[in-house]
Each structure stands twice: as C-alpha cells, then as structure tokens.
C-alpha cells in the first residue's frame, strides 16, 4: 500500500512563511509527478505546485514568485517552501502524487490526508 505522509502546516501571521513536506511510503516502482493542491472553505480544489520526475515545476498563478516547490527522488519527498503569506492561501493543503506501483499497472492518483494552513490578518 502506498501512503502520502505530510507535515508542516499550522498557523501563522499574514508574511510569514511555513514548509510543508510530503513522503511517499510503501511499495512502489516510480513516481511521476508529485506536489499539492489545497481547498479552501466553499472553493473547489486547486493546483498549488507540482514537479514531475525530469525537475520541470508548474505552479498556480496564486502562488507564482511566492512559493517554490523541491523535490528529493531518493526520500520520494517533496518540499514546499510558502513564503509571503496571505490570508487567502488559508486552505486544506493535499499532497498528491502520480506513482506506478508495479511493471504491471499504470500510474495512478495516490492523495495524502491534507494538513491545514491558516493566515491570520
């Protein structure tokens, strides 16, 4: 079974800055693309950052020149770094990840549990 393992949300004043880290756990051949998407209260659920397996990142308009998105291939982990914070990035962050898990199977959606981030004004 494959598990998305996050950490690093919490609270923090409008400018500041949080790391949220995810790490693929389990059994698996490879991952494609890994990042976040985050839902906030009443919106639908939106790209934030993801990187794919050759280094090249996308990033929603949002979040562009404020949030920067790393990957480590030997931990199968993914970091992004959330600086200037506002008020509207407060959401449920979700890290998702496109992992093949055997030679006999085809890439699938693994999501983590989501971690909360709040910006207070």
């Known amino acids: 079974q494959v598990q998305l393992v996050e950490s690093g949300g919490g609270l923090v004043q409008s400018g500041g800055s949080l790391r949220l880290s995810c790490a693929a756990s389990?059994?698996?051949?490879?991952?494609?693309?890994m990042g976040w998407y985050r839902q906030a209260p009443g919106k639908q659920r939106e790209l934030v950052a993801t990187?794919?397996?050759?280094?090249?990142?996308i990033y929603g308009d949002s979040v562009k020149g404020r949030f920067t998105l790393s990957r480590d291939n030997v931990k199968n982990t993914v970091y992004l770094q959330m600086n200037s914070l506002k008020p509207e990035d407060t959401a449920d962050y979700y890290c998702?990840?496109?992992?093949?898990?055997?030679?006999?199977?085809?890439?699938?959606?693994?999501w983590g549990q989501g971690t909360q981030v709040t910006v207070s004004s």
């Open positions: 998702n990840a496109d992992i093949r898990r055997s030679w006999a199977t085809r890439p699938s959606q693994v």
């Open positions: 389990g059994t698996f051949i490879s991952i494609n693309a």
């Open positions: 990187i794919r397996s050759d280094g090249t990142t």
